[in-house]
Every structure is written in structure tokens, then in C-alpha cells.
């Protein structure tokens, strides 16, 4: 019985509450106002910023001919023989160039792997993976090293950009994970030591093509 009655106390002052609007504390402050100012400077040079300060390692190419050389040359300083990589579109690249690229199943062996993405978000310098690439979920975390192939038309400047970007693309299709990934794996334990590829890629590096 009290509890009922405790309800029909509660439920009455929502009402009241209701009937009675309370006064905007900042009425100043509009609430289509967005929450982070606009970019000062280009998106590719915000990413790049925000990005390398979370270890990240940024390079831009003029074209996919620069990109091609620019890899290459990383692959043989670094001695990544191993290389993943399973999209057709950059296969199609690599194969002209005579990439080692490995098949789908030596995943679990390679040195590095090598994917697209559905967008890169400048504010927080992130990479926006989904399950509609034909990698799965896996090969941009499994790997050590995660080398991404982006272009400039893919740059938007915050989530809710990408999250309209990625309506419009997928409609009521929408894939099954959408994931945006920041910098290499970092972790910290109760006394705040932190390690980097613990949970997926030690190294990630963005290879930026400007296409516009």
C-alpha cells in the first residue's frame, strides 16, 4: 500500500512538472549551437595533427603513384615481408607493383596488414572501419602493424559527420559493426603504465591520397 502510494506521489510531481516549464538557466545558449568550434585549418592537416599526438604515423601522397612508392619504400626499410591485405581495389594496386601480398588465411602469420577505411575523422584523428570491407572485422587489429590507405574526399570533421556519411551510404543497410579506431592499441594497469598493442596493433600508420 505505501508503495503505491509513493508512486502516485512521484507521478503527480512529474506532472506538475510537466504543467510547470522551469526557466533556461543560460537561454544564451542555443541548443543547435555546435559543441566544438569549426576547424581552423584544413581537415588533413587537423587529422594529421590530432593523429600523430596519439602515436599514430602520418603520410601524404599527391597521388596513388607517390602512395605506391612511399609504401614500398616503408615495406623494405622495415623489412615487412609478411603482408596482408584482401580488398580487391588495393590488390589490383599492389599486384601492378609486385607486392608480397599474402592470402586471406595468413592472417594469423603476417607482419603487417594493409586496408581502406569508410572515413577518417579529423577532430579526434580517427580511422572509421566497418564490417562491410571485405576484411571482416579482423585484419585491422589482429595484425602487429596496421598500415591504412585513405583518401582526401573520405575526411570529415567530427562523429556526427561520419555517422550521417555512413547513413546515407548504407541507407537501411547499415553494417553490422562500425568501429572507429584511434592511434595503436593502448592500455594502462591499476597504476597507470601504459602499453601500447596489447588489444590490436602496436604501429598504425594512415597513408593519406589527396583525390580532390
Not at 64 to 93: D, P, T
Not at 95 to 124: H, M
Request: charged content about 15%; some cysteine.
Amino acid at each position: 500500500m505505501d508503495n503505491a502510494i509513493s508512486k502516485k506521489n512521484i507521478l503527480h510531481k512529474i506532472q506538475q512538472a510537466l504543467r510547470n516549464s522551469v526557466p533556461v538557466p543560460f537561454p544564451e545558449q542555443q541548443n543547435d549551437q555546435p559543441i566544438y568550434q569549426p576547424a581552423q585549418e584544413s581537415l588533413d592537416v587537423v587529422f594529421a595533427e590530432q593523429f600523430t599526438q596519439l602515436q599514430g604515423k602520418f603520410i601524404f601522397c599527391n597521388n596513388v603513384a607517390e602512395m605506391k612508392m612511399s609504401l614500398q619504400q616503408l615495406l623494405q626499410k622495415e623489412k615487412w615481408n609478411s603482408i596482408f591485405c584482401s580488398e580487391s581495389a588495393l590488390l589490383q594496386i599492389f599486384n601492378q607493383q609486385g607486392f608480397p601480398a599474402t592470402q586471406a588465411n595468413d592472417l594469423p602469420n603476417c607482419d603487417v596488414s594493409i586496408t581502406t577505411c569508410e572515413a577518417l575523422v579529423a577532430r579526434t584523428g580517427s580511422m572509421v572501419l566497418s564490417a562491410a570491407q571485405s576484411n571482416g572485422r579482423t585484419a585491422s587489429v589482429y595484425a602487429p602493424i596496421h598500415i591504412c590507405i585513405a583518401y582526401t574526399n573520405q575526411l570529415v570533421y567530427d562523429v556526427k559527420d561520419v555517422l550521417l556519411f555512413m547513413q546515407e551510404k548504407y541507407k537501411e543497410s547499415l553494417p553490422s559493426l562500425i568501429t572507429f579506431a584511434t592511434g595503436p592499441s593502448r592500455t594502462a594497469d591499476i597504476e597507470k603504465t601504459l602499453v601500447v598493442g596489447v588489444h590490436g596493433p602496436k604501429e598504425v600508420y594512415v597513408f593519406l591520397v589527396d583525390n580532390i
